[in-house]
């Protein structure tokens, strides 16, 4: 038995494949490397639902039914986003999308995927208390986003590092939120209800939880000479460093070389760079004096961090833009789940009293 499924096979894919020894990331046939930067978003949505959606046949199609289905989402939203009220960004966003009605008539993979980044910029706006802005069919995905939620045009290279970025954490073999979303849709619950259970696994920060962390964390060390004696005392207090180790990879996340050079891209980030650079070794380091059974590695939510810091995305939405890349993945898994048409249900093994034998 291998608690926590350890190295347990779940599933069939041809969606993605991670090789946790040697640090490779392969979606259907691409190596993650020749797909971020490279391909768009839509490109690699396309990619990815491949054999499995109508609208996947062209790109071009692709995108544009895509940008379609943004202003359907933001119909759909306007009326019901005050019942957001009071919660924190990404319990919003689970708020909006479990309220996608299971009778729209619009192909529901096409409209889930449409309505996280709108869903999104609504929100924020609206906490700001600024009026939402509706989509424009006619932008990218990454670039509509950044509009809607800026209420100004995005520089064309930040458009491009966000979309690198959402294609670079489309898809990541049987993660926990695919994982759920499998499941939920393994049932017959719907595309709606399997996106939205996958987001509450998301939002967990042993997940996609941990980039504001690993922000807080650069801030909290301030300084270099600061580096060494807070991430050693954090240790001694059994704390976890934020941005490193996984649970497939013994390496390095490949993702995280990927995103660096995402963020070494932009303008003006050359000394928070230096900055991370030096607290990334020194957490290495000491992980491996301290964690000497484990090899324990960057992964993707460092640099992840750090491109979405150099974008001026507030923290608070991290989780909520992780979605907004991720739901690209969980829409192509529960269309490969529903044609496989079994039912998850693994077993537990018992470990509680037994009944009294009767007297
Ligand atoms: N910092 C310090 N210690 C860590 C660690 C980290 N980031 N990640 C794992 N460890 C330690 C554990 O405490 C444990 O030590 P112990 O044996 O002395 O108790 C050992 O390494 C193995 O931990 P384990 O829980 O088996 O690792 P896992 O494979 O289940 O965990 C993560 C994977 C991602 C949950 C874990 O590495 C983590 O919590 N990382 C920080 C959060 C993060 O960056 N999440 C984003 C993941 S993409």
């Given at each position: ?32 490397e020749?797909?971020a930067g ?126 690198a970025?959402?294609?670079t ?87 995280a070389e990927v995103l660096k050079k995402v963020v070494t891209g ?37 640099y992840?961090?750090?491109v ?52």
């Amino acid at each position: 038995m291998q608690l926590g499924l350890e190295g347990v096979v779940a599933a069939e894919t041809s969606l993605s494949h991670v090789d946790g020894e040697i640090g490779r990331l392969i979606l259907r046939g691409h190596e993650i490397e020749e797909l971020a930067g490279r391909a768009s978003f839509e490109e690699v949505l396309a990619l990815l639902w491949q054999g499995l959606a109508e609208e996947a046949r062209d790109p071009a199609v692709l995108a544009t039914a895509l940008g379609a289905a943004r202003c359907r989402a933001y119909a759909i939203a306007a009326p019901r986003i005050d019942a957001a009220e009071g919660l924190a960004p990404v319990e919003q966003l689970r708020l909006l999308l479990s309220a996608l009605p299971d009778a729209e008539t619009l192909p529901h993979h096409l409209l889930a995927v449409a309505a996280v980044p709108v869903f999104v910029a609504m929100l924020a706006r609206r906490a700001t208390g600024a009026t939402s802005i509706a989509p424009d069919p006619a932008l990218g995905h990454a670039a509509d986003f950044l509009r809607m939620l800026r209420g100004a045009p995005a520089e064309p290279a930040e458009a491009k590092a966000l979309d690198a970025y959402l294609v670079t954490i489309a898809d990541h073999g049987l993660n926990a939120s695919t994982f759920t979303a499998r499941i939920v849709a393994s049932t017959r619950a719907g595309t709606f209800s399997a996106v939205a259970a996958a987001l509450c696994a998301l939002k967990g920060p042993l997940h996609g939880g941990a980039p504001g962390p690993v922000l807080d964390m650069l801030d909290a060390i301030g300084t270099e000479a600061n580096i060494e004696p807070w991430l050693a005392g954090a240790l001694d207090e059994g704390e976890r460093l934020m941005g490193f180790g996984h649970r497939v990879y013994r390496v390095r996340d490949p993702r995280a070389e990927v995103l660096k050079k995402v963020v070494t891209g932009l303008r003006g980030r050359a000394n928070r760079i230096r900055f991370a650079e030096a607290v990334e070794a020194t957490a290495l380091r000491l992980l491996a004096e301290r964690k000497r059974g484990r090899r324990l590695d960057t992964n993707v939510e460092f640099y992840t961090a750090l491109v979405l810091e150099a974008l001026q995305l507030p923290r608070a939405l991290f989780t909520s833009i992780f979605a907004i890349g991720r739901v690209a993945g969980w829409t192509a898994h529960i269309l490969e789940q529903e044609r496989s048409g079994r039912l998850i249900r693994p077993q537990s093994v018992y470990v509680g009293p037994l009944p009294q034998a009767a007297a």
